[in-house]
């Protein structure tokens, strides 16, 4: 500024010499202040530049520019909305000045609309022009010289004179250059018959076998390395660095060991042996480098390399096996190990090992000598004991405890060692006081881990050790309201994985504590039916009811395992046991009455169902006393019942379909009309009833009634497959099918997870959608489901792909297909399944004629119900 003022006033420096120190000086002021007063002038900030550029960016110059953000932004959001309208008021006028071709023609396209089918023929097709405007590819043909027809015609001809040249060397040699080589045919015939030549010098010249081993030769093959310049480059790379580090640290063994087997990949095996034979100089006393050394070396020299290894170093104890391994006997390898075993007496491996290679009685003598030098280690004491006698062995147990008074495998040795030898009763006492020692010692009893040890002493067949453990450790850690719910999880997990005698025992336990729980004698009754005898079974159930006299149940399936096992009055006293006890159940009284009607025993039968009448019984007593009049003929008789039953019990539906039944056996048809109708007026939710009324009413007055009647039905009682698929039955029957298919449809739609809907549409399906529907039936209903499953099941059979009707075997499918074994594990799967339902099933077992027949019977004849319909269905087809 004062530079400015002067030169304004006219006192500035003259142009002449003395000016120059003027400009000095102004400049060493401007490096004072920091900035040029006379630098370039900025258009947006001024000046101020130049006089606050060095000045700090402080909060209140960040609190002023936040202020002036803000205002800026008000200003701009002032003018944004009059901005945007004229930015769309110009976006519209550049729009209509300028349409898109879409727009122009959108009137036209509506048009469309109003023409013709003969009109949108006539419209020309608009073809493809483009190819006037594409210019044609220059294509040139060029002709075959004839130098190289001449050649060619020369290689394809027969020579039959000799040349000249040739015929002056007496015909035997060729001239240099006068075979045509270009014939590569003839090249590779040529290469086929050497190589054949070759392969037929391999082989056998007499049998005609060949002598190449083709799993040596595939080796060859897989041990050849085709290494890369890539490859090649790192293993250079890596050989440097390596001996780097075994030059800098020599005394480094994994340095040694890296450099020997990068040698060893590379294919120099004989590098890599001096290599770690070197650093077996360098590192003599680290055994992974003499062990190394040994696997390199050859297999005779290995023993040599071995013996320097264990003479450096006596205290390895893998040096010492490595040397036992690479011996050939037994007796060599077993005095190689007690050379060790003289240097390392402690090891625990080492005596393993030459404990292995011995016959019993030196196996007891070494023993004898390894639990005095390895006394804390459990493993030898153990095998001791079981090398030793009775006397002897329980001497080691003793001996054992005392030098290891927290391990609990030498209290459960011993244990199972009493048991061994008959004294089952001092078994429950040695686990008893080996938890309690064991606790004394401090060790924390692990209740899961006691049973895993109760399950192997099962798996080793000492049950009674077994049941000891489980009763002295089933209780701990486990709080008093959770003890029902996890010892009967712990019963039922044992059981899954197979340890039953674990799972009985568990349960034995929990009936010590909880004596009058029904839930705990029902589970341990299906223990002992599905895996134990008979007698255990009588046992535990005599034991039940003693302690639950009140349980039904207990007394119920006591006397139905004496009825299958034939024993007829024994099964009748356990039931004159449960009357007495509870004299007023129904159930008891039925099954006297079911034991003495299957039995053959209708009289007895009668008077039971008789008492239980006049006692008040429900309607299962009545409709019992019916079905037995039904099985001796007394039709009357069985009429009173039923019309008595329907006076008491109105909305009871058997009895309704019962009558039914009756009227129709007997020819009745407008009586048992009148009798499903008025079963419907008070069961209109049953649907057998609805059924029994549409197929009479198909047998009397035809499909119109039938369908009405169905339709009715399904009006009451919506989403019923049953009740659909009886419609679409009916209709098939009558040769609808297509109205069958329209039904189904509408089915699927209001009962989508239907197995038996399902069922029935892959086989109303043609046969090239039965893939599909399949697939469909599969996705909607449960993989699992059994009507789906056995539809599936008759396709592949029908296809004769037996191997996937394997997971789907029907009793059928054994008859035509099965072996005998299969045949009747099918018939005894069946029998213990003990089958009360099922569509065919019911209608042939509760047929009269049928009454009192086993179930091997009932499913010979359902079978060949099965076989027939299957015929007319084919029939029909065809």
């Known amino acids: 500024m004062l530079g400015r003022q002067l030169r304004d006033r006219g006192g500035g420096a003259g142009r002449g010499k003395g000016g120059k120190g003027g400009e000095d000086e102004e400049e060493d002021e401007s490096e004072e202040k920091g900035y040029d007063e006379n630098q370039k002038f900025d258009e947006f900030e001024g000046n101020d530049v130049g006089l606050f550029a060095s000045a700090e960016y402080d909060e209140d110059d960040k609190e002023a520019d936040a202020v002036w953000e803000e205002i800026d932004k008000?200003?701009?959001?002032?003018?944004?909305?009059?901005?945007?309208?004229?930015?769309?008021?110009e976006i519209e006028k550049y729009r209509a000045s300028n349409p898109k071709i879409t727009e122009q023609f959108a009137d036209l396209k509506r048009k469309l609309v109003t023409l013709s089918a003969e009109e949108w023929e006539t419209i020309p097709d608009i073809g493809d022009y483009s190819l006037r405007n594409k210019k044609k590819r220059f294509e040139s043909f060029v002709p075959v010289p004839d130098t190289l027809l001449e050649k060619a015609r020369q290689e394809q001809e027969h020579v039959t004179a000799l040349d000249p040249k040739s015929r002056a060397a007496g015909g035997a040699e060729t001239p240099w250059g006068q075979t045509p080589v270009t014939d590569l045919t003839a090249v590779g015939e040529g290469r086929g018959t050497v190589l054949s030549l070759k392969l037929d010098r391999l082989s056998d010249s007499v049998s005609g076998l060949t002598v190449v081993d083709p799993k040596g030769y595939l080796t060859d093959l897989k041990s050849m390395k085709i290494t890369s310049d890539a490859e090649i480059s790192d293993i250079k790379k890596a050989r440097l660095l390596l001996k780097s580090v075994t030059q800098t640290n020599p005394k480094h063994p994994p340095g040694w060991i890296a450099a020997a087997r990068l040698e060893e990949v590379a294919g120099k095996i004989q590098a890599a042996r001096l290599l770690i034979q070197k650093g077996c100089e360098e590192c003599p006393t680290n055994e992974d480098v003499w062990l190394e050394a040994c696997r390199l070396s050859n297999p005779d020299e290995a023993k040599g390399v071995i013996a320097k290894g264990v003479k450096r170093i006596p205290n390895s104890v893998k040096l010492w096996m490595q040397a036992a391994k690479l011996e050939n006997d037994d007796f060599t390898k077993r005095k190689v190990l007690l050379k060790g075993l003289e240097h390392i007496p402690d090891s625990v491996r080492l005596w393993k090992a030459a404990v292995e290679l011995c016959n019993e009685e030196d196996a007891r003598t070494l023993l004898a000598r390894a639990v005095e030098c390895c006394p804390l280690h459990v493993e030898l004491w153990l095998a001791f004991a079981r090398l030793e006698t009775y006397e002897n062995a329980r001497k080691v147990l003793n001996r054992a405890r005392e030098k290891l008074p927290k391990e609990p495998a030498i209290w459960i040795t011993a244990a199972k060692l009493e048991e061994a030898n008959g004294n089952t009763q001092m078994v429950g006492k040695l686990i008893e006081r080996g938890i309690r020692a064991l606790q004394r010692e401090g060790v924390v009893i692990d209740r899961e881990e006691w049973m895993k040890e109760a399950e192997a002493a099962e798996r080793a067949g000492s049950v009674t050790t077994c049941q000891a453990i489980i009763k002295n450790t089933i209780g701990i850690g486990v709080e008093e309201e959770d003890r029902k719910r996890t010892w009967v999880a712990d019963a039922e997990e044992c059981k899954k994985r197979g340890s039953i005698e674990t799972a009985r025992a568990i349960y034995a336990h929990a009936l010590t504590v909880f004596l009058t729980?029904?839930?705990?004698?029902?589970?341990?009754?299906?223990?002992?039916?599905?895996?134990?005898?008979?007698?255990?079974?009588?046992?535990?159930?005599?034991?039940?009811?003693?302690?639950?006299?009140?349980?039904?149940?207990?007394?119920?399936?006591?006397?139905?395992?004496?009825?299958?096992?034939?024993?007829?009055?024994?099964?009748?006293?356990?039931?004159?046991?449960?009357?007495?006890?509870?004299?007023?159940?129904?159930?008891?009284?039925?099954?006297?009455?079911?034991?003495?009607?299957?039995?053959?025993?209708?009289?007895?039968?009668?008077?039971?169902?008789?008492?239980?009448?006049?006692?008040?019984?429900?309607?299962?007593?009545?409709?019992?006393?019916?079905?037995?009049?039904?099985?001796?003929?007394n039709i009357e008789e069985e009429r009173r019942l039923l019309d008595e039953g329907l006076q008491r019990f109105r909305s009871f539906f058997k009895l309704w379909l019962m009558l039914g039944q009756l009227e129709e056996r007997l020819g009745n048809l407008d009586k048992a009309k009148e009798i499903y109708e008025?079963?419907?007026?008070?069961?209109?939710?049953?649907?057998?009833?609805?059924?029994?009324?549409?197929?009479?009413?198909?047998?009397?007055?035809?499909?119109?009634?039938?369908?009405?009647?169905?339709?009715?039905?399904?009006?009451?009682?919506?989403k019923n497959p049953e009740l659909w698929l009886a419609a679409i039955r009916a209709e098939s029957r009558h040769g609808n099918n297509k109205e069958a298919d329209n039904l189904m449809a509408k089915a699927l739609q209001e009962c989508p997870t239907s197995g038996i809907l399902w069922a029935a549409s892959i086989e109303m399906a043609p046969r090239a959608q039965h893939k599909s529907k399949s697939a469909d039936a599969i996705k909607k209903c449960s993989p699992h489901d059994p009507h789906v499953t056995t539809a599936v099941a008759k396709l592949f059979w029908r296809e004769r792909k037996i191997l996937e009707i394997s997971g789907r075997i029907t009793t059928k499918f054994e008859l035509q297909h099965g072996t005998e074994e299969d045949q009747k594990d099918v018939l005894k799967r069946c029998i213990a399944a003990e089958p009360k339902h099922g569509e065919k099933w019911q209608t042939i077992s509760k047929a009269v004629e049928n009454s009192h027949q086993p179930t091997e019977a009932i499913l010979k004849k359902v079978v060949v119900v099965l076989g027939k319909e299957e015929s007319a269905s084919e029939n029909n087809d065809q």
């Not at 006299?549 to 007829?568: C, F, I, R, S, Y």
């Not at 009324?693 to 035809?702: D, V």
């Open 678 to 718: 008025a079963g419907l007026k008070s069961c209109p939710s049953y649907v057998p009833l609805w059924l029994s009324l549409a197929n009479l009413e198909e047998k009397t007055n035809g499909l119109s009634k039938a369908r009405a009647v169905l339709t009715m039905a399904r009006k009451k009682n919506p």
């Open 74 to 89: 008000r200003m701009d959001s002032r003018r944004k909305d009059r901005r945007e309208a004229r930015l769309k008021e």
């Open 517 to 633: 729980k029904k839930s705990i004698w029902l589970k341990a009754a299906q223990l002992e039916k599905s895996h134990g005898t008979r007698e255990s079974l009588d046992a535990l159930l005599r034991k039940a009811v003693t302690y639950r006299p009140q349980a039904e149940v207990l007394w119920l399936m006591g006397a139905k395992e004496k009825w299958l096992a034939g024993d007829v009055p024994s099964a009748r006293a356990i039931l004159q046991e449960a009357y007495a006890a509870i004299p007023n159940s129904e159930e008891i009284w039925l099954a006297a009455f079911k034991l003495e009607f299957e039995n053959h025993e209708p009289e007895r039968a009668r008077m039971l169902l008789a008492k239980a009448r006049e006692r008040g019984g429900t309607e299962r007593v009545w409709m019992k006393s019916a079905i037995v009049e039904r099985e001796l003929g």
